[in-house]
Every structure is written in structure tokens, then in C-alpha cells.
């Protein structure tokens, strides 16, 4: 009986860890690398972390680094990509199945508060 039970467990706890989560629009979400969210116009996923170096006319580089998020809607499939630049917090606008969207990380400007760097707000536009 108690073999079953852990059996029955170990199931219950692979099938929430290989399953898809679901984002409502305007609502903070959790994200894991490789791991899709789906929305209803949408399917987004996180694919890590990039660094970029850019050099400017009077010499002086900066190395800018950028979240990038793949982004799925029937056939359609882009990066999208998030940075806070050079210090300045603002949401990364796209497109999907022809509507437009805002990703907001670090900072959730409707809720006037900060997020966690493993959370996201998507809101419809």
C-alpha cells in the first residue's frame, strides 16, 4: 500500500514539473528557462541570457545585458528582448497574431511594484 502511494506520488510530482504553466494578461507570472507559458493569443519562453557590448562615437563601450524570450503564436515564431539598458526599467513591446503586447520585467508600472527577476508581466495592448 505505501509503495503505491509513492508511486502514485511520484507520478502526481513528474507531471506537474513537465507541464506547461498558464499567464493571464496583466498579472504577475513565474518563468523558468525552456520552460513555455502560454497565453491565449500565444505561447512565450524564456531562453536565457545574452550579454552585448556597444560602442559609442566618443569611444566609451558599454555591455548591455538582455533576457530573450521566444515567442510562438500558430506558424509565427520571434525573439523578443529585454533589457533595462543602462539603468532605465521600461517594457519590451512585440507583436503576436497581430495583436500588441508589453513585456515588463523587474518592474510592474500598472501594480507600482517590483517583481522578482523570475517573474514577467505581459499586458494586451
Not at 33 to 47: A, L, Q, S
Not at 77 to 82: A, L, P, Q, Y
Amino acid at each position: 500500500m505505501i509503495r503505491q502511494i509513492f508511486i502514485f506520488l511520484t507520478i502526481i510530482a513528474i507531471s506537474c514539473n513537465i507541464s506547461d504553466s498558464t499567464g493571464s494578461y496583466g498579472e504577475v507570472v513565474s518563468f523558468e528557462k525552456d520552460k513555455p507559458v502560454k497565453y491565449p493569443d500565444f505561447e512565450i519562453t524564456y531562453i536565457g541570457e545574452r550579454k552585448q557590448t556597444a560602442t559609442f562615437p566618443n569611444g566609451n563601450s558599454f555591455t548591455f545585458t538582455f533576457q530573450d524570450f521566444r515567442i510562438k503564436s500558430g506558424n509565427e515564431e520571434k525573439t523578443i528582448s529585454w533589457t533595462s539598458g543602462t539603468g532605465d526599467i521600461s517594457p519590451a513591446y512585440f507583436e503576436a497574431a497581430g495583436v500588441q503586447f508589453m513585456l515588463e520585467l523587474r518592474a510592474y508600472e500598472n501594480g507600482k511594484k517590483r517583481i522578482d527577476n523570475d517573474q514577467m508581466v505581459i499586458t494586451k495592448m
